[in-house]
């Protein structure tokens, strides 16, 4: 029997990338990541500081065992590199009803995630600063948190180097091909062979296959933080994290220095980006004008500028759904990417799923909401009426 390592390649060490490192190369297999820029750059989708751990979830309950492994992996990370990376402060999640408050309840009722319905009058006295209006249903998940994802990115990426991962940082891919029993990645003018490439470029997925254009936009979103009138107002042992989505959608975590609010909008209004390699980062007035009008119709106790705010890149499918697994009928890459604003979460159970594609070819760890399969079945049709 051989005893050769599979030789597998990942290109992105962001978000999903330095996950699959992690992972591949805790099974023992020969790793080699590739980055653009830096580790935990803050061009990407991992920018922010903060992110929202869920599990009683909006989009759909099927999610819900998912949330668990990646769960379960966030806290073996946190072991492995003796980092505090998930906090589970809880966390509301608020609106009229809808199919996402729906989505909600099933996830509680059909995988007992640890959520209660909390009444009206409850909320309003346990978190006074909270904009609760008449007819929301307010649910607090207590399987749910926050995340500081640049450092999870970090960790995972120098855990891999640590297990026997190459990091190649500031080394631009040019082209993967197909060929002679393997998949040949093209860099700084040279091509090597692997048994396996996983692709989780991100906002750069359709540089490298533009089969993928199509699927995935490209949008920018912007954080705002802001400073509370209100020493300790906004701390998470008081104020957890949030979401709404009723009358309009947005979300708020208590900001990492203790002093206030970190805000952000729904995806839908996050403006397009035609080219990743050449993202605006500036936030005009209007933008920032959204956070100040936001601020004054829901959080009286902030001050009502920003001190800060940033701007960086996600992918959006249609469907909101990622697209996690084989690129198409070939089994020797696969693709990551499009989690659509809310896959960081996932992120260290996408790893786990493109391991099992690059030594199994399949993975049990999947769910049909996120294959490959559904949205290029529709593109295919789409070019072939």
């Not at 992690?22 to 790793?31: N, T, Y």
């Not at 936009?217 to 949030?242: H, L």
């Not at 759904?321 to 159970?349: C, M, N, Q, Y």
């Not at 399969?373 to 049709?381: E, F, I």
Request: net charge negative.
């Amino acid at each position: 029997m051989s005893t050769t390592k599979k030789r597998v390649a990942v290109i992105g060490l962001g978000t999903a990338g330095s996950m699959s490192a992690w992972r591949l190369a805790s099974r023992g297999v020969d790793v080699v990541g590739y980055e653009q820029f830096g580790i935990a750059h803050d061009r990407s989708a991992h920018a922010g500081e903060s992110r929202i751990f869920r599990t009683a979830y909006f989009e759909d309950p099927e999610y819900v065992p998912l949330l668990r492994t990646a769960k379960a992996l966030w806290q073996q990370l946190e072991g492995e590199t003796g980092t505090n990376l998930l906090t589970l402060a809880g966390n509301l999640m608020l609106g009229e009803s809808s199919s996402q408050m729906a989505n909600v309840s099933n996830s509680i009722d059909k995988f007992g995630v640890d959520a209660s319905i909390i009444p009206l009058d409850e909320a309003r006295t346990r978190w006074p600063h909270h904009p609760f209006h008449e007819g929301d249903a307010v649910v607090l998940d207590r399987e749910a948190g926050y995340l500081r994802p640049e450092l999870a990115v970090l960790k995972a990426a120098y855990r891999a180097e640590s297990l026997g991962a190459q990091l190649r940082t500031y080394t631009p891919v040019e082209g993967v091909e197909v060929k002679n029993g393997g998949v040949w990645v093209s860099a700084h003018g040279r091509s090597e062979r692997y048994d396996h490439v996983v692709v989780t470029t991100g906002p750069w997925a359709a540089k490298l296959f533009p089969e993928l254009a199509p699927l995935v936009q490209v949008r920018k979103a912007v954080s705002a933080w802001f400073v509370t009138k209100e020493r300790g107002a906004f701390d998470p042992a008081n104020f957890p994290c949030f979401i709404r989505t009723t009358p309009e959608e947005f979300y708020g975590l208590p900001a990492m220095d203790g002093n206030g609010l970190k805000l952000g909008l729904s995806g839908t209004v996050n403006r397009l980006v035609a080219d990743p390699d050449a993202l605006d980062r500036t936030v005009p007035v209007d933008e920032i004008t959204a956070f100040r009008q936001l601020v004054a119709d829901s959080f009286p106790a902030l001050y009502p500028d920003p001190v800060r705010v940033a701007a960086y890149m996600e992918g959006y499918t249609q469907d909101g759904h990622g697209i996690v697994g084989r690129l198409g009928s070939e089994d020797r890459i696969s693709v990551l990417t499009g989690l659509s604003g809310h896959g960081f979460k996932l992120a260290p159970a996408l790893g786990e799923i493109a391991a099992d594609y690059a030594l199994q070819g399949a993975s049990d760890n999947t769910i049909p909401l996120i294959s490959p399969d559904r949205l290029l079945a529709v593109q295919t049709s789409t070019a072939n009426p």
